[in-house]
Structures are given as structure tokens and as C-alpha cells.
């Protein structure tokens, strides 16, 4: 809260990346923790770093205390299991409840039939018992229970720890998992193979090095739209914003190193590679570093990032998107979008 800020943390599930946290901007709309989670920080959270805009501080209010945060949900879910609906253990009980019906329609005709033999009562009693039991085994949930606790202690032996016991049964109905992750069934990081720029409604051929693309708002959204920042001198974030700014050879630059640079307090500067030699004969101005100077990280609702970047000698400031296609394209002029 207060003046603008940033914080990077790392969360109590543990993300890959470290998340970036901002100020919550002045509005009308009520504070929401799972609407806001761009700008609350969660309890069990690990901050790594934190940098304040105006003051020496950052500052925040508690807003959820015990059981209501984020952590204490957790322990609290681990507590108090839910009671969990699964489409087999209704089945099961759709079959028991046929069995009792079974049973008991069997139960009235054997009472019925011994009666009319002049069966002594006990014996009535105990051959209706018996017939229940044999429809119905009085010792299945128990049966079920003892092997879910031993099939629960053998995954405890193997360092995996089961908060539902329920769904082991479930498990054990599975025929194929598969793991879509990087590092499980591709490879290890990613690799960028090119940029295929666009020039009216025409694209143009690939180009494998991004950091060749001439000066313009291609070359400059690739450098500058994404969520990265440093950590201790070291880029992070996203594993495909990490290759992409590589690929362009651009270096971030945060906290008085890009004010300095900028002339003014931004969020983050993002500086060209030294020029190569160029021909003789040949003189290109140098490009001019890019200032953030504000951020919109990737929403799964909007499905789309945003930055509002300037430069030294740009008339206006500019706006950069990147997100899912069908989304962008709608957001552009449908004489400059592709059908």
C-alpha cells in the first residue's frame, strides 16, 4: 500500500520464479485477495527483495490473520479434510443401497417361510442375520479402511504424504499419468529459433538472431514486454521471457542505475548491446535505451501483458501487448490485424 513499490517473493507453494508484487493502485474497487493477488502478499511467503519508489519503506497492512491466510488455509485443509464427492464412491453406494434392498426383500421372505414352518424364533433371527450379512458384508468398510491406512503408511514410508486418503483408490484405477512439464518429457529450458517480423499484411522471412532486427517496436517489445527483474545482479523471471530478452541481447537495468540512466525515477531500463563495428562509409546511430515506466503483469483473465515504455527523443510514450493471438488481434485495427 502507500507509494508505488515492488517486492519479489517467493510464495509458500513454491514457485519456480520468484513473483513480482506491486502497490495497489488507487480506485474505486473494493480490495480483494484473490483478485488483488497481483498485490498482496500471502502468508508463508518469502520476500527476497524489496525496492520503494518514494520513502525508505515499504509499507503494507494485515489484512487476514490465523486460519484466514493463505498458509493457515493450508494447515487448515490438512486439519479438516473437506468432505470429497467422487463420482466412484456414489457408484458404491448406489450398489450397497441395492444390496440392502436385496437383503431385505430376501430377509422378509425366509421370516416368512421359516414362520409358516414353525421354525423356532431364535433360529428365524439367526438365519435372517445370516442371509444380511451374506448380501452385505458388514466388514467392507472397515476392509476398505485398514487398506487405505496401509496403502497410506507404504506412500508415507516413500516420502509422499497423502492429505486425501480417498483418492488412493482412485489411484489405483489409473492406467496412464502423464507429466507435460519442462524437464519431464522436453527438454531442459527453452530456445528461441527466430522472429518472423510483419510488414503491411505480408509476413517477412525468419530471422534466426532477434538482436539483428533493425530498431523499432518489434526489437523493442521484445526487450522491454515481460515481467523480469533482477536478483542479485541476476536477471529472473519466466523461463520465455528470460530467452526472449536473451535472444535480443538487451540488459535490465533496476533501481538508481535506471534512474540515473533515464533522468527519472522508472521501473525498469532496459539498455541496447554495444554496437557492432559497422562498414566504413556505413554510420547508424546507436539506439537509445528503453524506459519501463509502468507494468502490467500477465493476467490469466485478460490473457495478455502490458508495458508503457519512452525513450530519449520519442514523441510520446508507447504501449506494448503481448498475450494470446485471437485476444491481441481483436484489440487491433482490423485493417492492421491478419484475418
Not at 44 to 58: I, K
Not at 92 to 110: D, E, N, P, Q, R
Not at 187 to 206: R, T
Not at 283 to 299: K, M, T
Amino acid at each position: 500500500m502507500g507509494p508505488p513499490h515492488q517486492l519479489r517473493t517467493a510464495s509458500l507453494p513454491g514457485e519456480s520464479v520468484p513473483v513480482l508484487k506491486t502497490a495497489l493502485p488507487e480506485g474505486p474497487v473494493p480490495y480483494c485477495p484473490e483478485t488483488h493477488r497481483r498485490h498482496t502478499l500471502f502468508c508463508g511467503t518469502l520476500v527476497l527483495q524489496a525496492r520503494a519508489f518514494v520513502g525508505p519503506h515499504v509499507l503494507a497492512v494485515v489484512t487476514r490473520t490465523g486460519f484466514c491466510t493463505a498458509k493457515g488455509g493450508l494447515v487448515s485443509s490438512i486439519l479438516h479434510p473437506r468432505p470429497i464427492s467422487f463420482k466412484f464412491y456414489k457408484h458404491s453406494m448406489k450398489f450397497v443401497a441395492a444390496l440392502s434392498v436385496l437383503a431385505l426383500l430376501g430377509t422378509i421372505y425366509s421370516i416368512f417361510v421359516l414362520h409358516r414352518n414353525r421354525v423356532p424364533l431364535n433360529e428365524i433371527v439367526i438365519r435372517a442375520l445370516d442371509l444380511v450379512t451374506v448380501v452385505v458384508p458388514p466388514a467392507l468398510p472397515a476392509a476398505m479402511t485398514v487398506c487405505t491406512l496401509y496403502a497410506q503408511s507404504r506412500l508415507r514410508s516413500q516420502g509422499i504424504f497423502c492429505i486425501h486418503p480417498l483418492r488412493i483408490n482412485l489411484g489405483g484405477k489409473l492406467q496412464l499419468v502423464c507429466f507435460d512439464k519442462t524437464g519431464t518429457l522436453t527438454e531442459d529450458g527453452l530456445d528461441v529459433m527466430g522472429v518472423v517480423p510483419l510488414k503491411g499484411q505480408a509476413f517477412l522471412p525468419l530471422v534466426p538472431e532477434p538482436r539483428r532486427l533493425p530498431v523499432g517496436p518489434l526489437l523493442r517489445a521484445l526487450a522491454t514486454c515481460h515481467a523480469l527483474t533482477r536478483l542479485q545482479d541476476t536477471p529472473v523471471g519466466d523461463p520465455m521471457d528470460l530467452k526472449m530478452v536473451e535472444s535480443t541481447g538487451w540488459v535490465l537495468e533496476e533501481g538508481p542505475a535506471a534512474d540515473s540512466a533515464f533522468g527519472a525515477q522508472v521501473l525498469a531500463v532496459m539498455k541496447p548491446p554495444l554496437q557492432e563495428p559497422q562498414p566504413q562509409g556505413v554510420e547508424e546511430p546507436p539506439p537509445a535505451p528503453v524506459s519501463v515506466l509502468s507494468r502490467f503483469p500477465f493476467s490469466s483473465a485478460l490473457q495478455r501483458m502490458d508495458v508503457v515504455v519512452a525513450w530519449p527523443g520519442a514523441a510520446q510514450p508507447e504501449a506494448y501487448v503481448k498475450g494470446a493471438p485471437e485476444l491481441v488481434a481483436g484489440l487491433c485495427d482490423p485493417e492492421t490485424a491478419l484475418g
